[in-house]
């Protein structure tokens, strides 16, 4: 009644002051109201814990009422909501979709320009004493939210070389490739020279992690039980297990959703660096074949519930002493440790090869091969070595060019002259100009021996030494790569010819191997020029070809830093059990470079997505390899003590169609008792918190400083 009243006076002649009278009222309301809910949207400028983290808002989006909240902010700092997770369940059967395939990688533009400025302006100052650091992590976030910034530009200004983040190639014989969302890639033109270039436009995707998701989750059941490597081992077709890997790296359509199993006498904490140079728990690597394999050799034997690993036995024999120190004798330029550091091990057959180098202080990257069934390549990593599994059959290996001091095949079986010479090239591509190829065979045809003369002929190796060794009973062949390109003027034929001038041999990621020569780099601004310093000079010494040396210097101490400072003392980290780690997303080498006075080795994988540091790393004498986390890596489960994730997830947003599949893969990858350092953004370690504790990790600290977190936890041996 009093709004039809209100109505009628509004028609009278003073009606005019009283409409605007109502205007008045109802715009006061309106200004009321939307304080009210603006101000529960709003972000405080320090967080203790990540739970109160709502969908993240875009700079260019409305403020918006947050759709969830987890829980109130506890009384004590850091303390979360303990009640596991339960709802959404996946499955590691689940639908296949089609993929697409790829080469290079896809664009990557993960930071606004607003919000990248606004960053800009925000200071950052830690209150070390209130959350468990000692030193100065605080600044540290501060100092690393600006080279975070800088990182961005260096993606998005990436040409399309390599693994620049605008290329995007096929491969004819790439049976399942990488989940490309629609939204990151909206067009992809095929260029005259075979290149592809991508659409500037972008479209503008939810947050990371579904903050509303619940996650349950179940055992994989696959044929290769708990050593499954998802795009190694094959799933999907029937036949006898010794035909169960891939000859080529191929991933499942979809990507495991599952939990890989604990081996089925159980798991046992690894012994310790460095007594597990000399024995490791026999039931941690447990392989059908392993048995029968440990009675033909005498470099491993079987002791109890453990694997022992003589001193000084191998497979050659005299022991592996005398077969290293033969080598320097017939190539005195091979210094082990000095003028060697980085070291390529073809086939892994024996793992004391890189054993007995890393007393001489060279690094040996161990490739264990697709039908390598005894799976040595994952007792070599429970030893504490680097390696890798890689199919090595028609693709590149995931290296740059150039970049091995030295590479070593022995006991080798592989025909190097089959198919044109491809596997002899790629080993040229990725040896260092100047660099050695050690070959060791026992009761070489005269056929094979020739058809290996005429090839390293060809491509111009000079073979420096041929010694047919009495104690060892095998042939050591030593030859060594060209430093320059005018011998290659001088082949009569010009069989295999050249490489074209626009042909990328840092270009890796499912690129097929080439039948050409890449040329050597000639001018001194090039990388592989000149020989590295001596072995540990490298590490701090910056070449000429690296640019923008001053960063490489700040960014070397920034990681000094906060290892010395946070990492070491304040995370609550055993140390002593820690030596195989992971750098998911390495830069240039920062942190493994850090950690080099610690008892440990740094895998740094260069994702493909990213700019290509990862020459300056193997310049360095670091090892490293690129990977698209997109995709599983190509290790045994349970081979790494610790990962460390530096703002990859913000990396990957627009990116994989399934992010969490990354968590699952680095529960894949990393050992029981292991530990996990996570540095990103709050929106995206608030949710991803939540999917650490449905996979029951231990939260052991948490800590934010306005956009930026942390998180240190530690996985246990829980299995569903």
């Not at 070390?128 to 650091?133: A, M, P, S």
């Not at 320059?484 to 041999?505: A, H, M, V, W």
């Not at 020459?615 to 045994?636: A, M, Q």
């Amino acid at each position: 009644m009093a709004i039809t009243r209100f109505g009628r006076q509004a028609k009278r002649s003073y009606g005019f002051c009283v409409k605007m009278t109502a205007v008045a009222i109802l715009g006061l309301c309106f200004i009321f109201i939307w304080s009210v809910f603006s101000s529960s949207s709003s972000v405080t400028s320090q967080r203790n814990t990540f739970s109160d983290i709502a969908e993240p808002v875009s700079s260019n989006a409305r403020v918006r009422e947050p759709e969830i909240h987890s829980h109130k902010q506890e009384p004590e700092k850091n303390q979360v909501n303990k009640e596991d997770k339960k709802g959404k369940e996946f499955e590691s059967d689940l639908e296949e979709k089609d993929r697409k395939k790829v080469n290079g990688s896809v664009s990557d533009r993960l930071i606004d320009e607003k919000e990248a400025a606004n960053k800009k302006k925000e200071g950052e100052n830690v209150d070390k004493e209130n959350h468990g650091l000692e030193g100065s992590e605080g600044n540290e976030l501060q100092k690393e939210e600006g080279q975070e910034q800088e990182d961005d530009k260096e993606e998005e200004a990436v040409d399309g070389e390599g693994k620049a983040d605008e290329e995007v190639e096929g491969d004819g014989d790439l049976a399942g490739g990488v989940d490309v969302d629609q939204g990151a890639v909206e067009k992809v033109e095929d260029g005259s020279d075979g290149s592809r270039s991508t659409g500037k436009k972008r479209k503008k995707l939810g947050p990371l992690f579904d903050p509303k998701a619940h996650y349950t989750w179940k055992l994989c059941s696959t044929r290769s039980k708990h050593n499954y490597i998802p795009c190694i081992d094959i799933e999907s077709a029937t036949g006898r297990l010794q035909s169960y890997r891939h000859h080529e790296r191929s991933c499942p359509r979809t990507p495991p959703m599952c939990l890989v199993p604990l081996p089925h006498e159980g798991y046992g904490t690894p012994v310790s660096w460095p007594e597990s140079k000399l024995k490791i728990l026999y039931k941690n690597v447990a392989h059908p074949k392993l048995a029968a394999f440990i009675k033909t050799q005498s470099w491993l034997g079987e002791s109890g519930e453990y694997l022992t690993f003589p001193h000084n036995q191998s497979e050659f024999k005299g022991g592996i002493l005398h077969y290293l120190e033969s080598i320097e004798e017939m190539v005195p330029d091979i210094e082990w440790g000095k003028n060697i550091r980085m070291a390529l091990d073809i086939g892994c057959t024996d793992s004391s090869f890189g054993a007995s180098l890393l007393d001489k202080d060279v690094l040996t990257l161990t490739l264990g091969l697709k039908d390598d069934l005894v799976d040595l390549a994952q007792v070599a990593l429970e030893r504490g070595f680097p390696a890798v599994v890689s199919p090595f059959g028609t693709r590149r290996l995931p290296f740059p060019s150039g970049v091995f001091d030295a590479i070593h095949c022995g006991e080798c079986r592989i025909l190097w002259h089959s198919n044109g010479g491809k596997l002899l090239l790629e080993m040229n591509r990725i040896l260092r100009p100047g660099g050695y190829f050690i070959l060791s065979t026992k009761h070489d045809s005269i056929e094979d021996e020739e058809a290996m003369s005429s090839l390293t002929a060809s491509i111009c190796w000079n073979i420096l030494a041929h010694k047919a060794d009495e104690v060892s009973e095998v042939g050591i062949k030593i030859y060594q790569k060209p430093e320059s390109n005018d011998i290659y003027e001088l082949r009569r034929k010009k069989n295999p010819p050249l490489c074209k001038e626009d042909e990328n041999p840092d270009a890796t990621w499912y690129i097929p191997m080439k039948t050409c020569l890449h040329t050597i780099p000639s001018s001194i601004e090039q990388r592989g020029t000149e020989w590295p310093e001596e072995w540990p000079k490298r590490l701090e010494t910056f070449p000429d070809w690296m640019n923008n040396r001053e960063k490489l210097i700040a960014d070397t101490e920034h990681w000094k830093s906060i290892v010395n400072m946070s990492y070491l003392p304040g995370l609550g980290i055993e140390w002593s059990n820690v030596r195989n780690i992971m750098d998911m997303k390495a830069i240039n080498g920062g942190f493994a470079a850090a950690l080099l006075q610690q008892k440990v080795w740094v895998m740094n994988v260069v994702p493909v997505h990213a700019p290509d540091t990862l020459p300056i790393i193997f310049e360095r004498g670091l090892v490293g390899i690129y990977h698209d986390w997109c995709e599983s890596f190509g290790t045994y489960p349970r081979s790494y003590d610790l990962l460390h994730a530096d703002h990859l997830f913000s990396r990957l947003k627009n990116r994989c169609k399934q992010p969490v599949a990354i968590v699952i893969e680095m529960d894949r990858i990393l050992r029981p008792g292991g530990w996990a350092i996570i540095r990103d953004k709050v929106e995206i370690l608030d949710p991803l918190e939540g999917i650490l504790r449905s996979l029951h990790w231990e939260i052991r600290m948490t800590f934010a400083q306005d956009k930026e977190g942390i998180i240190c936890v530690q996985k246990t041996m829980w299995r569903p």
